[in-house]
């Protein structure tokens, strides 16, 4: 492993490069902030390929290749004629948080439990977002379906919303009800079924989900008021 010196050194030449390009590259030139989103999107999921199928030799490269779009949209940052900021404003900002939200690693707080970390975690994140007035604030609709689907559910459990789609379950008779998957893998193969179902039916399955996800953000939103006005009384 290199030395922290050394790993510093590569990552200022690494910005170095990237200033470079952008100097120098007639295409790279005309990039902006949305301009690259595709390449973040494409960079992300070739990522996730390497972390789950990929070699080592593969991780590794894929991770540079996102390390180049946190920098390449750095260095498009740092020429903003009004509100600049670079890569080194992204990694102070980066390191603040991180400290703050580690209190048990850089402060007198303690946690011995994963759940205990989380609790920390949280109430940095609280205390720093408080300008927020719903769970839903910051979670971005953009997410894949099935991801914010997750997001979605964990968020409701926040306001103590009982997960929509598992109550409607319970309703159905022993009869109707689908069987319960008992592995990742088993989850995967129901997930699979259910598209299948979607398309011998001409259904759309990523609209379905996130027709039914706005329907439970509506819920979730409700939930909030109503217990803001309880809190009025």
């Given at each position: ?42 960079e ?8 789950e ?173 109503a ?7």
């Open positions: 492993m290199t030395e922290t010196a050394g790993s510093s050194d590569a990552l200022r030449e690494a910005a170095d490069t990237m200033r470079a390009v952008r100097d120098r590259c007639v295409w790279t030139q005309q990039i902006d902030h949305r301009a690259l989103v595709p390449y973040l999107i494409e992300s999921a070739e990522l996730i390929d390497a972390v199928e990929g070699s080592r030799a593969e991780l590794r490269e894929e991770l540079g290749d996102l390390l180049w779009q946190v920098l390449f949209h750095a260095e498009i940052a740092s020429r903003d004629p009004d509100e600049p900021f670079d890569i080194d404003d992204v990694a102070r900002g980066l390191t603040d948080k991180m400290v703050r939200r580690h209190p048990h690693v850089f402060g007198d707080a303690v946690a011995t439990t994963p759940e205990e970390v989380l609790v920390h975690w949280n109430a940095a994140k609280a205390a720093e977002k408080n300008e927020r007035t719903s769970v839903l604030d910051g979670v971005s609709e953009r997410m894949p379906s099935l991801a914010l689907a997750q997001k979605l559910i964990g968020k409701a459990a926040q306001v103590d919303l009982p997960p929509t789609p598992r109550a409607l379950s319970e309703e159905r008779s022993d009869e109707t009800k689908p069987a319960e998957p008992r592995s990742e893998a088993e989850l995967g193969d129901t997930l699979l079924e259910l598209v299948a179902t979607a398309r011998e039916n001409g259904w759309d399955a990523e609209r379905a989900l996130r027709e039914r996800l706005r329907r439970l953000e509506g819920d979730i939103r409700a939930t909030e008021a217990s803001r006005r309880d809190e009025i009384r």
